[in-house]
């Protein structure tokens, strides 16, 4: 007989697991989940200051680009720092990595919100030394994080993940969606430097909108999809179900990140 968690009770085993996790973890992983909480903390805080303080929400200066960075920084350093642990690869390489990706995600967080207090743009803006330092190592880490992340994932396609039945297709399709997403984020970050170094300043704030809705659905599949796998194992449905639900989780996030791809082109 299957036995399904209800959605609060499956929210608080998650958050139950999450807390497990942090407290068994290894001194680099706890930093990672302590500061990866902190970037979403930030995040939400500047939610609440765009809520009381007012402001556009779209265009390069406004509040929503601390609180959506913040957000999805901490999410998927948290996502990853777990993730990873069931990726087949060294200790140490795995702590290296982690602790470059840790403080690439503070970097990059911390330089979208100064530049958010500072009401200049985050990236692509060049017009003062500060600006334009804020904006190139925004930029470089950007490709820190490409770099990073494409280790992880060949790691995990390498050899299979471990985990529960599921887990390892989840891993991969989502490192795989993952890098969609940087690849995404990656070609956005180009279009605007040459915008910018051929004098269209405010050409490049626009002319990576058609990209934007995949980049942000993309991004966190590596959270969503082993989620889901972690959810399954916790119920009493056979391997071989779970693995389906899994492989229809993958096919439909899939779905959703074609989906996001025409609904930007669409609306660009």
């Known amino acids: 007989m299957s036995v399904a968690l209800p959605a609060p009770a499956a929210a608080r085993a998650a958050a139950a697991a999450v807390v497990r996790a942090a407290r068994a973890a290894a001194p680099g992983e706890r930093a990672a989940y302590a500061v990866g ?25 406004s509040w929503r680009k601390p609180f959506t960075f913040g957000v999805s920084f901490g999410l998927t350093l948290i996502a990853l720092t777990w993730v990873t642990s069931y990726v087949a690869m060294g200790a140490r390489a795995r702590t290296l990595l982690l602790a470059l990706f840790t403080a690439d995600c503070a970097v990059e967080v911390a330089g979208i919100t100064v530049q958010a207090w500072r009401r200049r743009p985050s990236h692509f803006d060049m017009e003062t030394p500060a600006d334009s330092a804020v904006a190139m190592v925004l930029a470089a880490g950007g490709g820190l994080l490409v770099v990073v992340l494409t280790v992880f994932a ?20 989502g490192f795989a ?61 056979p391997a071989a179900a779970r693995r389906r639900i899994v492989l229809a989780g993958v096919l439909l996030y899939a779905a959703a990140a074609v989906a996001a791809l025409g609904w930007g082109a669409a609306t660009a």
Do not use: C, E
Request: no cysteine; charged share 10%.
């Open 177 to 237: 969606l993952l890098l969609v997403g940087l690849l995404s984020g990656a070609a956005m970050i180009a279009r605007g430097v040459v915008d910018t170094r051929t004098g269209r300043q405010q050409a490049a704030y626009h002319s990576t909108g058609a990209l934007k809705p995949l980049h942000a659905v993309s991004l966190h599949a590596v959270l969503v999809l082993p989620v889901l796998a972690w959810l399954l194992s916790r119920t009493a449905r």
């Open 37 to 61: 909480t902190a970037l979403t903390a930030s995040g939400l805080f500047h939610l609440g200051v765009f809520l009381v303080a007012g402001g556009p929400w779209d265009g390069p200066v």
């Open 154 to 173: 060949v790691a995990a396609f390498r050899r299979r993940p471990s985990g529960p039945a599921g887990m390892p297709l989840a891993v991969r399709a």
